[in-house]
């Protein structure tokens, strides 16, 4: 799976584990110590859903959720709310914010993660799907494998990891800045230029004979995985 996941907490031990969890059942986490740094990272990284702590300085959990749901770009990102605070009343705000769900500290690692999950399935199935499938082309992530129609296509794990990225929003436009970050990482230091390397190369292991390209460039924008969208 490669869904991603913002993490809001300024507690950081409780923040660590939460980002070794997460990172263990293979999701790609951040960690955003106060609201304005959350704010600045849901706009730069677009994640699949939210762990938002209640409590934080400067700027609560509440407002913040609050602001999310105000936005159009924003607005369907889940949150699951954590608090300290376990009170009906307390519950019933949180979820009336906008909150999907509610977890109040204490709480189990394991039930924290089956409900990230279980939200995760209902919002993103494409990043939690075991097989993703774009016409004839299918990748197993179980497997590790990747065919087209009857035959087996080989791949180093760049082009792999580029392709899944690529099949996770089919008919999508993909800058090449958002193909490096979830491709390589933000953290990488490599340029645009290493996209289109690997794409020619991807290109060249999924196209045999007269197959179609599954691969459309869009100039001055990036790259659209699947056929283009039928005209009426």
């Not at 990102?77 to 376990?86: E, F, Q």
């Not at 499938?133 to 791949?155: N, Y």
């Not at 800058?175 to 290493?194: H, P």
Request: proline letters at 6%; one cysteine or more; hydrophobic letters at 40%.
């Amino acid at each position: 799976m490669t869904a991603k996941v913002l993490i809001v907490e300024d507690e950081g031990p409780l923040a660590e584990l939460l980002r070794y969890n997460l990172e263990s059942e293979g999701f790609r986490v951040w960690h955003a110590e106060t609201g304005e740094e959350a704010e600045l990272l849901v706009r730069e990284e677009r994640p699949d859903l939210v762990v938002l702590d209640w409590m934080l300085p400067q700027v609560s959990g509440i407002e913040i959720c609050r602001r999310l749901r105000a936005k159009p770009e924003t607005r369907a990102i889940p949150i699951v709310m954590l608090t300290a605070r376990g009170e009906e009343a307390d519950r019933i705000r949180g979820l009336s914010t906008g909150a999907d769900d509610y977890v109040v500290k204490p709480f189990s690692l394991p039930e924290l993660m089956a409900r990230v999950k279980a939200i995760l399935r209902r919002s993103s199935p494409d990043r939690l799907a075991d097989v993703l499938k774009v016409s004839d082309i299918e990748l197993d992530r179980s497997a590790h494998k990747v065919t087209r129609g009857l035959r087996d296509v080989r791949l180093g794990p760049t082009e792999y990891r580029l392709l899944e990225f690529l099949m996770e929003s089919p008919g999508r436009v993909l800058s090449r800045a958002q193909l490096l970050d979830g491709v390589w990482g933000r953290d990488a230091f490599v340029d645009e230029r290493t996209v289109d390397v690997h794409i020619g190369r991807l290109r060249k292991s999924l196209i045999r004979g007269k197959e179609k390209d599954p691969i459309r460039t869009v100039r001055g924008s990036g790259y659209v995985f699947g056929e283009p969208p039928s005209r009426l």
